[in-house]
């Protein structure tokens, strides 16, 4: 995950990234934060997964020019404009503007991080070692459950392939957790997303498979799932 800043005074430069440090720290995020101070050094790598961009730069730079730039070129961007003079945010729907930005509440910053992780919660890729050794990418959005099998963790695909890598099933569902999987019983972590049914006793997932409600998961998991199918259900 890459976050830009193309900011030419450095002393907000320096405030925003820090902000989003301070964001990443407390929510144990890993991203690799890159800042500008004009267009051209910025467009040269331009590969931001997120990029808070300012509207007024120096040298009569303007943020929603660049930001239509990338808009032209298939850039699937999300922009945070930064400013300070909202009356212009208007002019921001040309570029598909994610947020605006005032630079004297630059709290807003963790406002926009939240919203932005949530809607990029599963996609991300996750590595795991199978039984030869083989490091195995996989990504979060096409998994479908992880199970044990004998001392090793089967992790099932939504397209039925399978990687049966080493793990603790404890272990793995603390890590996930945070990006929408759940312990719901001893053997078993499930993709909230793929849920179809749900009632007191049991889970149906996309796929048709069943699986019991562990009693001691009974409670948090109806907390987690109605959560989780409030923030991204469609």
């Not at 989003?20 to 407390?26: M, S």
């Not at 991203?31 to 040269?44: A, C, G, H, L, R």
């Not at 002019?91 to 963790?110: C, S, T, V």
């Not at 049991?202 to 109605?226: D, P, Q, T, W, Y």
Request: proline fraction near 0%.
């Amino acid at each position: 995950m890459k976050i830009c800043i193309v900011e030419d005074e450095a002393m907000w430069r320096n405030q925003i990234r820090a902000s989003i440090e301070k964001y990443c720290t407390e929510k144990n995020i890993s991203v690799q934060i890159e800042t500008y101070d004009k267009e051209s050094d910025f467009m040269e790598n331009a590969d931001a997964d997120l990029l808070f961009l300012d509207i007024e730069l120096a040298e009569g730079e303007d943020g929603f020019r660049i930001a239509e730039k990338l808009v032209n070129s298939g850039s699937q961007c999300k922009i945070c404009f930064l400013t300070s003079h909202t009356e212009m945010a208007r002019y921001g729907y040309k570029a598909n503007a994610f947020r605006y930005i005032d630079k004297k509440y630059l709290d807003e910053i963790d406002e926009a991080l939240d919203f932005f992780f949530q809607t990029r919660i599963q996609e991300r890729i996750i590595y795991c070692e199978d039984t030869a050794g083989i490091r195995r990418g996989i990504n979060l959005r096409e998994l479908l459950l992880i199970e044990t099998n004998g001392r090793k963790l089967r992790y099932l695909m939504l397209n039925g392939s399978e990687h049966i890598c080493e793990g603790r099933i404890t272990e793995t569902a603390q890590s996930l957790s945070p990006f929408g999987f759940f312990h719901v019983q001893r053997s078993y972590i499930v993709n909230l997303k793929y849920i179809e049914r749900v009632n007191s006793r049991e889970i149906m997932l996309c796929n048709g498979v069943k699986i019991a409600i562990g009693r001691v998961h009974s409670k948090e998991f109806k907390k987690a799932f109605f959560k989780w199918r409030m923030l991204f259900d469609d």
